[in-house]
């Protein structure tokens, strides 16, 4: 729980702070962000304690760099008794999966060989389940497919 705000920033070259007048909200809007010369900055207090937290990069939607991408599909979905992976694309390194159930439990593990590969799910339960794709040990698709006795 903060008791105050306050917003402002550093000068990168000299390091001198400047309040901003009047911004002294949760959520301060900066339209033009001059990450180039100024370290922007919110100054919080509770009680006695202050805080300076800095703020130099913008958050948001960076570009994706689609030269390193692939697609991921899921069929049947729903599924019974087996469910295929494919990737589609760039799949260049060691490619994984994870089935794990909506408790985030991993009930599944397995490394891809090749763009596809059919995953028996007799000894899964109906219901929802996410699959994890990694690449190189890091996650870049993150799936959902049904599990269902009807056919």
Same mark, same amino acid.
């Given at each position: 729980?903060?008791?105050?705000?306050?917003?402002?920033?550093?000068?990168?070259?000299?390091?001198?702070?400047?309040?901003?007048?009047?911004?002294?909200?949760?959520?301060?809007?900066?339209?033009?962000?001059?990450?180039?010369?100024?370290?922007?900055?919110?100054?919080?207090?509770?009680?006695?304690?202050?805080?300076?937290?800095?703020?130099?990069?913008?958050?948001? &939607?960076?570009?994706?760099?689609?030269?390193?991408?692939?697609?991921?599909?899921?069929?049947?979905?729903?599924?019974?008794?087996?469910?295929?992976?494919?990737?589609?694309?760039?799949?260049?390194?060691?490619?994984?999966?994870?089935?794990?159930?909506?408790?985030?439990?991993?009930?599944?593990?397995? &490394?891809?060989?090749?763009?596809?590969?059919?995953?028996?799910?007799?000894?899964?339960?109906?219901?929802?389940?996410? &699959?994890? &794709?990694?690449?190189?040990?890091?996650?870049?698709?993150?799936?959902?497919?049904?599990?269902?006795?009807?056919?």
């Amino acid at each position: 729980s903060v008791d105050t705000y306050q917003w402002g920033y550093d000068d990168k070259t000299t390091l001198d702070s400047t309040l901003i007048s009047n911004e002294i909200n949760q959520n301060y809007y900066i339209p033009v962000l001059d990450i180039a010369h100024k370290y922007y900055w919110v100054m919080t207090t509770s009680g006695s304690c202050l805080q300076k937290t800095y703020y130099n990069q913008p958050t948001g &939607i960076n570009n994706v760099n689609t030269e390193n991408s692939f697609d991921v599909k899921v069929y049947p979905n729903p599924a019974n008794d087996y469910l295929v992976i494919e990737t589609i694309g760039n799949t260049a390194g060691v490619l994984s999966f994870n089935i794990i159930d909506l408790s985030g439990k991993t009930l599944k593990s397995e &490394i891809l060989n090749g763009n596809k590969v059919s995953v028996g799910l007799t000894d899964l339960s109906n219901g929802m389940y996410l &699959i994890e &794709i990694y690449r190189d040990n890091i996650k870049t698709v993150t799936t959902k497919f049904l599990k269902s006795n009807i056919r």
